[in-house]
């Protein structure tokens, strides 16, 4: 069971007793630090593989591409906090990769052509698809799909559909790429996050409502 939770500027993600791989990703504006609770996953952080059992910590910096998966095949249960680390510098002539990946980052269901990119990136298509992951760690297409995935999960969140607003052609293919990404489905992450929320709803109110009056005979 993986279960997601967001406040106040955090993100947890607790994967219980799952057996959930996670394909190479980012996080360009946090930092994640990792608990293995049970069993032993296997992350691959910059190129470097390290097994993590029960008990240890991990941690991947901002910008970091990284996978993750059970070490064993057997299920692990593993708590991540991803903590705002704000923008990274960029090495770019002019700081133009920095301003197109905020330009992805701020608008991820805008249509992008590699052409366009290149454009605004002051590159050549191919010089700009080498630059991009070199610093980035991902294809200008993984990062795009990825900063798709979390407008996605923002709009789950909220109650709102999803697919189209966050740039993806159909039903299926966001069905398709959000499992992959999340390890959940939409509706599955919508019931996960609806959970966290009535939860929180109620523990609220009972903080909140008065202590009923001791009855006297």
Partial sequence: MVTYWRALGLEAVFSSDCRSSYPLHTH??????????RGSVRTVICGTSCVFGAGEQFFVPVDAPHSLESADGFPYS????????????????GGRML?????????????????EMARLAGASPYHFMRTFKAECGLSPHQFQMQCRIRMAQRLLEAGMDAACAAGFFDQSHFSRCFRRAVALTPGEYRQSVRRIQQSAGKNFANRQSPPLPARTS
């Fill in 78 to 93: 593993l708590l991540s906090v991803c903590l705002p680390c704000g923008k990274t510098a960029d090495s770019g002539p």
């Fill in 28 to 37: 360009a504006r946090s930092c994640v630090l990792g608990l293995v609770m």
């Fill in 99 to 115: 301003r197109l990946k905020e330009l992805i980052l701020e608008s991820p269901g805008r249509q992008l052509s590699v052409q």
